[in-house]
């Protein structure tokens, strides 16, 4: 891929962010946004719009020490809040646009697990269209369309602030329809007002077929090539003193055709994972806070590369005094390689240790550096990386 001309569309994102708070008339333009953006939520319209830029580099190691990769995302999405534009109580309906361009950085690096979250081939698409009725006092819910399962399974929602990809999703979860690739589906959850909960949904498994499901319709859904993902979670939220919590155990199941590493003959795919966010600390005040959270998957190491998944990690809010917005973390993710004749592996494991501090000066700017040490990138006697990022992220 070309590289340079998404580096200085990416800094100069960041530079306008940044010039643009000591512009004088920049506060009187936002709070006109701001009172527009109020009266269409009045209506039942949210605007959700944001560009994330990332430059990142390999300091040391990896398949090309020394190289960069540039990438932009951005993201336009309107969420209609059924009863106050139509009045249908208990109806949401999400409409989202995509568009993700750049470099693949982990070419370079070798890494598995992909360091940085919104790398993959670059497309321009409708991600997701779904529609949720909210039934039997709001603890019934319904929805439908095209989406991203990583939304409502497999999440961990103390994780969502780093930018290696692991902490999103578990690698064991193979034809997973997220990030890229959102498919069509069917989604059922109940939520007992107490904690537990409970969901399944059915989504179209067509990625295992080699189609992006990610810039398709719901055809590959409803014909060929036939491919189901099915997965299912239950868990429970709680409260430990005032501080939230929640576990959840999830299954899933792919009917497309896996082969077997061992044996070269066709397969379905199954396996299994758990996800724990916990609040440790906030203060009185709601200025600082310590967030953390743990997951473990696994599947069967003779149809995947990646046959165990071990994370966690903590953020930590307002670590700085006088800084109650910014968010920093630290993290480990460990994954397992395949030990299956014929896999090819000459290391037993990646593991992956990422730490970012993310200044917000603005609540609509983050400027995000992020140092990752990958050890044994991609298990395939690559030497290990030390790979910088710097993300800018404006919101709106």
């Not at 994102?13 to 000591?22: H, K, Q, R, S």
């Not at 209609?80 to 982990?106: C, E, Q, R, W």
């Not at 973390?329 to 397992?336: D, E, F, K, P, T």
């Not at 000459?346 to 992020?370: C, H, I, M, N, S």
């Amino acid at each position: 891929m070309q590289r340079g001309g998404l580096q200085r569309l990416g800094l100069t994102l960041a530079l306008w962010a940044g010039v643009a708070t000591a512009q004088p008339g920049i506060e009187g333009t936002l709070g006109q946004s701001s009172t527009i953006i109020e009266e269409l939520g009045q209506h039942g319209l949210t605007l959700d719009i944001s560009i994330i830029g990332d430059h990142s580099t390999v300091l040391e190691g990896g398949r090309n020490p020394r190289s960069s990769a540039d990438r932009v995302l951005a993201q336009a999405g309107l969420i209609i809040d059924m009863d106050k534009a139509v009045g249908l109580p208990g109806g949401t309906l999400t409409i989202n646009y995509l568009g993700f361009h750049g470099d693949d950085g982990s070419i370079d690096t070798g890494d598995t697990q992909v360091y940085s979250n919104i790398d993959g081939p670059s497309f321009d698409a409708l991600y997701s269209l779904w529609y949720q009725q909210d039934l039997i006092d709001d603890q019934l819910a319904i929805k439908f369309g095209k989406m991203d399962a990583n939304s409502d399974f497999a999440y961990v929602l103390n994780g969502t602030a780093f930018i290696n990809s692991s902490p999103g999703f578990s690698p064991t979860i193979m034809g997973f329809p997220s990030y890229p690739d959102p498919s069509t589906a069917i989604n059922i959850f109940w939520r007992d007002k107490h904690g537990p909960y409970i969901g399944a949904g059915v989504y179209d498994g067509a990625t295992q077929n080699s189609l992006n499901t990610g810039t398709r319709g719901p055809s590959s859904f409803f014909g060929a090539p036939n491919a189901t993902f099915y997965i299912a979670e239950v868990g429970t939220s709680y409260m430990i003193g005032q501080e939230p919590g929640r576990i959840g155990v999830g299954y899933w199941h792919h009917s497309g055709r896996f082969t077997d590493i061992t044996t070269g003959a066709n397969r379905r795919a199954d396996g299994s994972y758990l996800v724990w966010d916990q609040g440790i600390y906030s203060s009185p005040n709601d200025m600082t806070a310590v967030d953390v959270f743990a997951q473990y998957a696994k599947t069967d190491d003779a149809i995947s590369a990646i046959d165990t998944h071990i994370a966690g990690g903590a953020e930590f809010t307002g670590l700085l005094n006088g800084r109650p917005k910014d968010i920093s973390g630290l993290m480990a993710s460990y994954v397992g390689f395949s030990d299956a004749p014929g896999a090819g592996f000459v290391a037993d494991y990646e593991l992956t240790v990422e730490a970012f501090y993310g200044f917000r000066p603005v609540p609509w700017f983050e400027l995000k550096p992020d140092m990752q040490y990958i050890i044994n990138p991609g298990g395939r006697g690559v030497d290990d990386a030390l790979v910088g990022t710097l993300r800018a992220r404006l919101a709106f």
